[in-house]
């Protein structure tokens, strides 16, 4: 796999949409007091969501060859800056208006995004429980790159017998905690897992998904936990990416796809701040002036315009400032040794 994957990024902006359509149909009908129940039995957000995971899991799987340093640097940079910006905003703007509590500020992991324990309950509205398990995601990656790309194929498979097996024999975890054992066997683990399967398969090494397919096969069968949907949406999602990746060179050649494919570029920034816009839009009252339908409208507008040119920036951000920060780190001198013997390990062992 290389080069840009256009058909991706449309996957990746139809995504984002699919969560900012479930908050601006949720968030202003709690104080309208309309049920929206079967709107929500649609699990729009969380199907966004999940095939965001299975995304990163396939795109970090063409990454393996990269020095686990230079990896994790790259990482660091495309998260944490979009992020912690998203949370200082969303602070400032729900606090002004009284819409936070606090003392309810979990100060430590919400910054960090390192699983130091408790059930993930966003205090600002960005939903940085999902950032929790990827950079767990991201973590391990890392520490399994540092043998090669032969250490990374067994690792998935591994991974995939340990959270299926835990199903099998222990109670499930609370949904959505910060542990990193609860994180780490949580079958939602296994949607980067089954992404980065399908990745190293279009990399031209096919066991790590057929044996990663048979455990979730297994896991669908035995599990009675409340995930046992996730294989039968981990297959469907694994197939419209296959076809996505497919379509990539027609994509990029449709000038008329390419605001799509933009609408990608901007998706993570877009996936940060429409929540606490919409917050926003719901708590002082701006809404209520209207009726619901026009309100749902408006929340859409605003709180993916401003998603949207938040994303923007993100993405310029990352692509001249953070990612040419990562590399200066990565390629300084006094670090070489270092990187250099890890690439030579990683060769010797792929």
């Keep these: 796999m290389s080069g840009r994957l256009d058909g991706i ?14 908050h601006a149909v949720y968030l202003p009908s709690i104080h ?9 039995k ?28 230079r990896f994790a640097l790259h990482r660091i940079a495309r998260i944490y800056p979009p992020y912690l910006s998203a ?9 002004s208006i009284g819409a936070v509590d606090v003392t309810k500020i979990r100060w430590l992991w919400s910054f960090t995004l390192l699983p130091l324990g408790g059930a993930i309950d966003s205090w600002t509205q960005v939903p940085f429980w999902t950032l929790i398990y990827e950079m767990t995601f991201y973590a391990v990656t890392a520490a399994m790159i540092l043998g090669g790309k032969r250490v990374f194929d067994i690792g998935l498979v591994l991974w995939a017998g340990v959270i299926v097996g835990t199903a099998y024999f222990l109670p499930a975890p609370p949904a959505f905690t910060a542990n990193i054992l609860a994180i780490l066997t949580s079958p939602l683990s296994l949607l980067f897992i089954a992404g980065a ?19 979730l096969w297994t896991g669908y069968w035995r599990s009675s936990t409340l995930y046992q949907s996730i294989p039968v949406f981990v297959v469907g999602t694994l197939a ?9 060179n027609f994509v990029s050649r449709q000038n008329w796809l390419s605001p799509l494919v933009r609408g990608g570029d901007y998706s993570y920034g877009l996936y940060l701040l429409h929540a606490p816009v919409i917050s926003a839009l719901v708590a002082t009252g701006l809404t209520k002036s209207v009726t619901y339908p026009i309100a749902v409208a408006v929340c859409l507008l605003i709180g ?47």
């Design 304 to 350: 993916g315009g401003l998603g949207s040119l938040f994303g923007f920036a993100d993405f310029w951000f990352y692509r001249n400032v953070a990612r040419k920060w990562a590399d200066r780190i990565a390629d300084t001198k006094s670090l070489q040794p270092l990187t250099s013997s890890v690439s030579e390990l990683t060769a010797r062992q792929s």
């Design 9 to 22: 990024q449309i996957l990746r902006f139809v995504a984002a949409v699919m969560v900012l359509i479930q």
């Design 197 to 215: 399967a399908l990745g190293r398969l279009h990399a031209g090494t096919s066991w790590p998904l057929v044996y990663v397919g048979i455990l």
């Design 87 to 95: 949370i200082a905003i969303s602070a400032a703007l729900l606090i």
């Design 240 to 248: 419209t990416i296959h076809l996505a990746a497919l379509a990539s």
């Design 42 to 69: 649609l699990g729009l957000g969380t199907a966004g969501v999940f095939i965001f995971f299975v995304i990163s899991g396939y795109v970090i799987a063409a990454l393996v060859e990269q020095r686990p340093f």
């Design 32 to 40: 309208y007091g309309i049920d929206v129940l079967p709107f929500r």
